[in-house]
């Protein structure tokens, strides 16, 4: 048994899950230095690309919400990456305060790169998911 009474191959594949997550965190910031990128631009430009609805565009505030970030932090972070020519801003149509931020061409050849290097770390990712025990079975180490 592990902590509290839950079965031990439930806390080997938690622990298995956690590992697969830093293996797959450390050489997610490996292979976006590869692509010239530092790993916080990876993110960002990801977080862009791969709005929710499909769009291929996000805007300051989305980016905030999903990226856990102040407001003002993503900001810089946009700027940053603007003045690197990998982010573009379009005002919207339809209400003059709302920037839509879009990855330029660079940004697209630059995430593909690291995108494409990192396949293997997000299918051992996945098989590690896969490990997890289900929240029914046991609702602690979720």
């Known amino acids: 048994m592990g902590p509290d009474g ?11 899950f956690r ?12 292979v976006a230095r590869q692509s010239g990128l530092t790993p916080q631009r990876y993110l960002l430009l990801l ?14 505030t989305d980016l905030a919400r999903r990226l856990q970030l102040a407001q003002s932090t993503v900001t810089e972070l946009v700027s940053r990456a603007e003045e690197s020519g990998l982010v573009e801003r ?6 003059g305060r709302v ?20 396949e293997t770390e997000r299918r051992q990712l996945r ?3 896969d490990q997890l025990p289900t929240l029914h079975e046991s609702p602690a180490l979720q």
């Open 6 to 16: 839950h079965p031990i191959d439930d806390v080997i594949a938690v622990a298995g």
């Open 19 to 30: 590992a697969a997550l830093r293996s797959f965190l450390r050489q997610s910031e490996r």
């Open 99 to 118: 920037a839509y931020l879009r990855l330029t061409p660079e940004g697209e050849r630059r995430l593909e790169m690291s995108f494409t290097g990192l």
């Open 127 to 129: 098989e590690a998911v």
């Open 47 to 60: 977080m862009i690309k791969g709005a929710p609805d499909g769009s291929g565009q996000s805007t300051v």
């Open 90 to 95: 379009e005002q919207s149509g339809r209400d």
